[in-house]
Nanobody, 120 residues
Framework: QVQLVESGGGLVQAGGSLRLSCAASGSIFSINAMGWYRQAPGKQRELVAHITSGGSTKYVDSVKGRFTISRDSAKNTMYLQMNSLKPEDTAVYYC??????????????WGQGTQVTVSS
């Protein structure tokens, strides 16, 4: 199994930056792809950014050009660099991964996430 722990959230003014971290443990070698999600109050959870094991990335349109997803294999950690933050980026941010064990595909359980609050 793979376990993930998010960190790095906080309160920041509009236009500021934050870097989120997602530390992986367990069967790390089996991870296929990872992603950052967010859920704002009263809204559904949405995929913000995605990165494959090969390094290909995708972003939701609302964060393109402002957020950057990356992985550091040596540290078993995924990051989300968030620049030019807007109040509408306020949400709880979660990371998730899909991985393969014994030929079967799994997704990691949702953790507690990390709160990002952007003040105007």
């Amino acid at each position: 199994q793979v376990q993930l722990v998010e960190s790095g959230g906080g309160l920041v003014q509009a236009g500021g930056s934050l870097r989120l971290s997602c530390a992986a443990s367990g069967s790390i070698f089996s991870i296929n792809a990872m992603g950052w999600y967010r859920q704002a109050p009263g809204k559904q959870r949405e995929l913000v950014a995605h990165i494959t094991s090969g390094g290909s990335t995708k972003y939701v349109d609302s964060v393109k050009g402002r957020f950057t997803i990356s992985r550091d294999s040596a540290k078993n950690t995924m990051y989300l660099q968030m620049n030019s933050l807007k109040p509408e980026d306020t949400a709880v941010y979660y990371c998730n991964a899909d991985y393969t064990v014994g030929g079967y595909y799994y997704n990691t359980d949702w953790g507690q996430g990390t709160q990002v609050t952007v003040s105007s």
